[in-house]
């Protein structure tokens, strides 16, 4: 059926229904249609329900870039669980425009928007990030510490390499690891054709 032809207390039912069974692309697509379940989407997200809030923008990003300015103002909510819920939605969302205010989140009070925040500008490739995600490998807590190298290995930048030499010698082990692998990585992506060439010989 579709949503428009739903009552207002229709609609509230047929979104707790999806949310609950967690159908995003559903969500979404209504979303896409119909103002109502748009704003109810948004009411979820801002309502900071734990996996309801976290299901509620991950349906935003199926209803495409309108989204993106709920998703950003959503960054600054009092509430860190809406906060790290917008951060990883726009990761996914994979809109450049999400970049600023994700480099911003880099210094929110709660490691696990940090954590979402430096992950996410990994996904979006976002180069301009690589010198904020440097500095968060000095961030007091491990995970975002992690999140930071993880977020400069999808990147590929070579900016990142003396960073993550250093962490391999003073960092713990798990961070010590990650950094010399994506290390590796990033210097085996960006080394001149001719070196890799040898390499193959």
């Known amino acids: ?34 103002q109502r379940v748009f704003e109810q989407l948004v009411d979820t997200l801002r309502g900071g329900r734990g996996l309801f809030c976290f299901t509620a923008a991950a349906s935003l990003i199926k209803a495409g870039e309108p989204a993106m300015v709920s998703l950003i103002e959503a960054l600054q909510d009092e509430k860190y669980v809406v906060r790290q819920a917008a951060a990883t939605a726009l990761g996914d969302m994979g809109d450049l425009g ?6 911003e989140r880099l210094g929110d ?34 995970f975002v510490r992690k999140a930071a190298i993880n977020g400069l290995s999808m990147i590929g930048d070579k900016r990142a390499l003396p960073a993550l030499k250093r962490a391999t010698t003073e960092d713990t082990e798990a961070v010590a690891e990650r ?21 193959k010989r």
């Not at 999400?98 to 480099?103: D, F, I, K, P, R």
């Not at 180069?127 to 440097?134: D, F, G, I, S, Y």
């Not at 010399?180 to 390499?199: C, G, H, S």
């Open 109 to 142: 009070a709660s490691y696990q928007v940090r954590q979402a925040a430096a992950v996410s500008l990994g996904k979006l490739g976002a180069r301009q990030a690589v010198e904020p995600l440097v500095q968060a490998m000095s961030d007091e807590h491990e």
């Open 98 to 103: 999400a970049v600023q205010g994700l480099v």
């Open 1 to 34: 059926m579709d949503s428009r032809e739903l009552n207002a207390v229709q609609i509230i039912v047929r979104v707790g229904d999806l949310l609950s069974e967690r159908k995003m692309d559903e969500l979404g697509q209504m979303a896409r249609q119909d």
């Open 179 to 199: 950094a010399r692998d994506v290390m590796f990585k990033i210097e085996a992506e960006t080394a001149p054709w001719w070196r890799k060439l040898w390499k």
